[in-house]
């Protein structure tokens, strides 16, 4: 590989100086006080302020990659996949007819996947790290939960219009929970929690089960039906995995423990006016005026897609809201596609999106060859969580779930790389 030639190149001009610098042999300690940072400024900090703390890591890694002997560069097939979608995403944003705005999307997804390279080559080395990774993650939900549980007894207001309460008596109206995120918006903390609430499977259950069954409680307040389906699908996954590993005499037991919870839950949603009419719409299809807001976007976000379906329009928000204003219903301006799949293809064509999928589908098998390691069992939980959500919104392209994305990919990674060597 050309990058590992120019890193041993690199190596041997620069490998006497690593090992006589004090800051290049403490670099790792460097590296994870920027990722920690890029965790805990997620829940108060703008989004630019946080992308710092990453293009940091980035650069860090750079010179610790540069500078220490032996570090290079390998590929999986999920890597090459990553790879193949970073290329095409490259010829998107070269031939895309708003060429600046798309750049600007582009050095951010340039951003996201080199935070998550460096990741792996940090988690490579340091595997016992990962835990003070996810005691980060539980800490910033922890304190999210505190923030959701004042704001929903405080009957908190909305800042604009987040449900559809024109068809719906006083008491079905739900106070929806934004916490602390930038900007102010509960389906974006919904899909943040959906993403770091499975850091308390890696704490000890007498803390972990606690805290977790309040941060659930957090997340329904939000209100977003999105990340209601993701959670549903996380406890789903869980409980299919724990259920896997359970001895044949326990499997009755955990089947008959799981079938009360599920009807405790249910009797819970149907005692609580608003929780239920909040749930029964996401049925309502077009007789929710949200649903049939989506439902007209992706009308035209596939009308766009036919029409630019090879390489796509470029990447980044701007580039599409421009685009898809030549597309769009009138009243029904949109800023991205509120499907994660359906935005990528517009966004870069029909081969990124098999790309960005065949990585999915190749990080999903290593965590399932290393499901008993705890750390890649909350991984795999928190990602499959995030893509379901991803179904029905975007707010995966915010920098608080898009790093912890990428967090919870390079623990996977990492993992079955530290196993095949």
Known sequence: MFLNTVLSFS???????????????????????????????????????????????????????????????????????LLVYFLIVIISVAGSSLFYLSLKGFFKT????????????????????????FLAFAFCAAFETAAAFIQNFS???????????????PEE????????LKPYNPNLFGGYMLAIIPAFITLHKRWGLPLGILSAMALVFTGCRGAY??????????????????????????????????????????????LRARIFSIFAMRGDSS?????????????????????????????????????????????????I???????????????????????????????SNLYVLAALISISGILIHGFVDTVFFRPQIQFTFWIMAAIIRSSSYAKQN
């Open 229 to 274: 389906i993701g959670f549903f699908a996380e406890l789903l996954i869980l409980g299919i995995i724990i259920y896997k590993t359970l001895e044949p005499r326990l499997k009755k037991f955990f089947v008959t423990l799981a079938s009360f919870g599920a009807l405790v839950i249910s009797l819970i949603i149907v005692s609580i006016t608003s």
């Open 341 to 371: 799949y359906l935005e990528t293809a517009v966004e870069s064509g029909i081969f990124a999106l098999i790309a960005f999928l065949g990585f999915i589908i190749c990080l999903i098998k290593k965590s399932v060859k290393n499901i």
């Open 110 to 133: 340039l951003t996201y996947l080199g935070f998550y390279v460096s990741l792996i080559h940090y988690f490579k080395d340091n595997k016992e790290k990962i835990k003070h990774i």
């Open 11 to 81: 190596q041997k001009l620069l490998g006497t100086v690593y090992e006589k610098s004090f800051f290049l042999k403490n670099i790792d300690w460097l590296i994870e006080v920027n990722i920690l940072l890029v965790i805990l400024t997620s829940t108060i900090a703008q989004s630019d302020f946080i992308g710092y703390f990453g293009i940091f890591t980035i650069l860090l890694s750079a010179v610790k990659l540069l500078t220490k002997t032996g570090e290079k560069f390998e590929l999986d097939l999920g890597d090459k996949f």
């Open 173 to 180: 109206v739900m106070t929806r929970v934004y916490g602390t």
């Open 155 to 169: 009957s908190v207001g909305e800042i604009s219009g987040w449900q559809d309460t024109s068809r719906l008596n």
């Open 291 to 339: 649903n049939s807001f989506r439902f007209n976007v992706y009308n035209s976000c596939i009308h766009m897609f036919k029409d630019n379906w090879l390489l796509g329009i470029g990447v980044g928000n701007q580039n599409f809201r421009e685009i898809y204003g030549l597309y769009m219903k009138t009243g029904f301006d949109a800023l991205s596609a509120y499907n």
